[in-house]
């Protein structure tokens, strides 16, 4: 008879990776990275195209663990330097766009959603390589 | 009052409070230039996000200040930042039909800009209920 575990929410979901041992750790970081990834989703929309350099530079990267903690950044490549200008309001057309800000905050907002997500994911992907598929 | 005006006019209050000018639209000069006397703090970008109980209604929010002034160096503006960080940051601000549960500073740097004139951004973010 199969044994059902019901995980509810980040501190389900945190609970379970601390039980998972090294397999929690990977997936931890897949989950951070899931974030930033979701963050970077959210602002590409919202970033003013020309040449579209901006919206291509626009990356989630891992980042090391440290203290045991997993991180991941939204880095922008150096060839769209005029990021900041875009985002603050100090570029020629002195909109502050935010775009990265308006991300973060709906994002944020919806991080139990984001992180249950990745998560399912991740368990679903390590149950099709256990039934080697 | 809508959330949104009441949050901007309590920041304006709390800025204005320290002596520090401080301006939501900055003025323009007839050939399109700021019309500011800097230094000045803007209040900036602020995105509220919708939150619902039972019993209450309230919005979690981010809100930029921006710093702006002229000079050869960082100081005056890191002094500006500083003094809105004793101003804002933990401070009981009033909201109009609202109680503000927590404000905190969550980041803050410095852009150089063209000709001598400085940007200092600071992000704020916390949560105000509406009330009933």
């Known amino acids: 008879m199969a044994e059902l575990v019901s995980i509810e929410g980040m501190d389900g979901v945190r609970r379970a990776l601390a039980l998972m041992g090294a397999s929690g750790r990977k997936h931890s970081r897949k989950m951070v990275r899931g974030v930033a990834d979701a963050i970077v989703e959210e602002a590409k929309p919202l970033i003013p195209v020309r040449e579209g350099v901006l919206a291509k530079s626009v990356v989630a990267r891992s980042e090391r663990d440290q203290g045991g903690i997993s991180f991941a950044a939204v880095k922008v490549k150096e060839d769209a330097y005029y990021w900041r200008f875009l985002e603050y309001g100090s570029g020629p057309d002195g909109i502050e766009h935010g775009f990265f800000m308006r991300a973060r905050v709906k994002v944020l907002a919806d991080v139990d959603r984001v992180v249950m997500a990745s998560f399912m994911a991740a368990i679903a992907g390590d149950m099709r390589r256990a039934a080697g598929r | ?132």
Not at chain 2, 59 to 86: N, Y
Request: glycine share 12%.
């Open chain 2, 1 to 132: 009052m809508g959330p949104e005006e009441a949050l901007a006019s309590a920041l304006f209050d709390a800025v204005g409070g320290t002596g520090l000018t401080c301006y939501q639209v900055v003025p323009q000069a007839r050939d399109g230039g700021a019309a500011a006397e800097f230094p000045y703090v803007r209040i900036g970008r602020m995105v509220l996000t919708e939150w619902d109980t039972k019993t209450e209604t309230g919005f979690d929010f981010a809100v930029r200040l921006h710093s702006r002034w002229r000079g050869g160096s960082r100081t005056l503006g890191q002094q500006m930042q500083a003094t809105l960080f004793a101003a804002i940051h933990l401070q009981p601000l009033s909201i109009d039909n609202g109680t503000l549960l927590e404000i905190r500073r969550e980041s803050s740097e410095i852009i150089d800009l063209a000709d001598g004139e400085f940007d200092g951004v600071c992000e704020y973010r916390g949560q105000f209920e509406l009330t009933p």
